[in-house]
């Protein structure tokens, strides 16, 4: 089935930076977009970035626009998250994110890793 899993993520000063890893199995991941959201508490689950499947497109939330830089490799099935110029408002349980069409399927069904924890804190 499909997996995703999510590391990288701990405690870490204002302005520093910090690469997350999703690993994915369970599906194709060379041929499928993948997307890092993040959720603080209270808050809506927001879309970060999203990479197309061989990185030629890549799409950033306004608020990591500059600072963030998402990438893949196809032939380890992990797409990263690098994060640098890290805020207090960055804090946040970070997901890795695909929609999966099984079988072809004219609908794909999204498919969410447990997440991984950022706190950004002095």
């Known amino acids: 089935q499909v997996q995703l899993v999510e590391s990288g993520g701990t405690l870490v000063q204002p302005g520093g930076s910090l690469r997350l890893s999703c690993a994915a199995s369970?599906?194709?991941?060379?041929?499928?977009?993948m997307s890092w959201y993040r959720q603080a508490p209270g808050k809506e689950r927001e879309l970060v970035a999203t990479?197309?499947?061989?990185?030629?497109?890549?799409n950033y939330a306004d608020s990591v626009r500059g600072r963030f830089t998402i990438s893949r490799d196809n032939a380890k099935n992990t797409v990263y998250l690098q994060m640098n110029s890290l805020k207090p408002e960055d804090g946040a349980v970070y997901y890795c994110?695909?929609?999966?069409?099984?079988?072809?399927?004219?609908?794909?069904?999204?498919?969410w890793g447990q997440g991984t924890q950022v706190t950004v804190s002095s």
């Open positions: 369970g599906f194709p991941f060379s041929i499928y977009p």
């Open positions: 994110y695909v929609i999966y069409s099984r079988g072809g399927a004219f609908r794909g069904a999204g498919y």
């Open positions: 990479i197309t499947s061989g990185g030629s497109s890549i």
